[in-house]
């Protein structure tokens, strides 16, 4: 069965460190790759996609990778700051299932904490 | 208006109540869509509205009705709901083919 794994429930680094994030997939060929936010209470918010042709994706502080050999994304908060603290999904879309619509499965989230 | 709002923040109600969810968007987004998250878990789809027509039903109990009146509202009709129906429902839009979805602010529901 398809399987989403971020490495750790929980991850707690300095301010100003990089945070680094992990999402491990089995038994999935994902067209594409995002990252979501989600603070307590709210909803997901959209930070990056990264397609299966792509390596490596930038926005500002954060860049995702995407190894499909290895089956892994990576997400990096570069000068981190404790208004980055959130939980982190990653979440993976294969091709339309019907008209527009595009089925997202979610891995379990990280909880980064990013300490003052 | 780049925003999905959602009606109400919270909600309780007994095993016997009939309620209903309201989600809106005035993107022009074709596609819409109903999540479930419990607490310290991701999301699950429930539904996927596509142009107006369902698309997607993940094997949801029939507990759960979703309705799309037109192409900016989406509705989920509670009935008889269980105790462990508890959770955050989230509703999302997606503009025909993107894959990016936006979330509302969701529904806390509390089934007493």
């Known amino acids: 069965s398809q399987k989403i794994e971020q490495n750790s429930e929980a991850l707690n680094i300095q301010e100003g460190k990089t945070a680094t994030l992990t999402c491990n997939y089995t038994?999935?060929?994902?067209?594409?790759l995002q990252w979501y936010r989600q603070d307590p209470g709210r909803g997901p918010v959209f930070l990056l996609l990264i397609r299966e042709n792509e390596k490596e994706k930038r926005k500002e502080r954060l860049k995702v990778t995407f190894d499909t050999t290895l089956k892994q994304s990576l997400f990096h908060i570069t000068a981190s700051q404790p208004a980055d603290s959130a939980t982190y999904l990653c979440a993976l879309g294969g091709a339309p299932s019907s008209g527009s619509a595009r089925q997202l499965t979610f891995g379990s989230g990280t909880q980064l904490t990013v300490l003052p | 208006d780049t925003e999905v709002t959602q009606t109400p923040k919270h909600l309780v109600m007994g095993m016997t109540n009939k309620k209903s969810l309201k989600c809106e968007q005035h993107m022009g987004h074709r596609a819409m869509y109903w999540y479930k998250q419990k607490a310290k878990k991701p999301p699950e789809l429930m539904f996927v509205?596509?142009?107006?027509?369902?698309?997607i039903n993940e094997s949801v109990p029939s507990r759960f009705s979703p309705e799309c009146p037109n192409s900016s509202l989406l509705n989920l009709h509670l009935h008889a709901l269980q105790p462990e129906d508890s959770a955050l429902y989230l509703c999302?839009?997606?503009?025909?083919?993107?894959?990016?979805?936006?979330f509302g602010p969701g529904t806390r529901l509390l089934v007493l």
């Open positions: 038994n999935y060929s994902p067209a594409y």
């Open positions: 509205y596509s142009y107006e027509k369902l698309s």
């Open positions: 999302a839009s997606s503009l025909g083919g993107q894959e990016t979805q936006y």
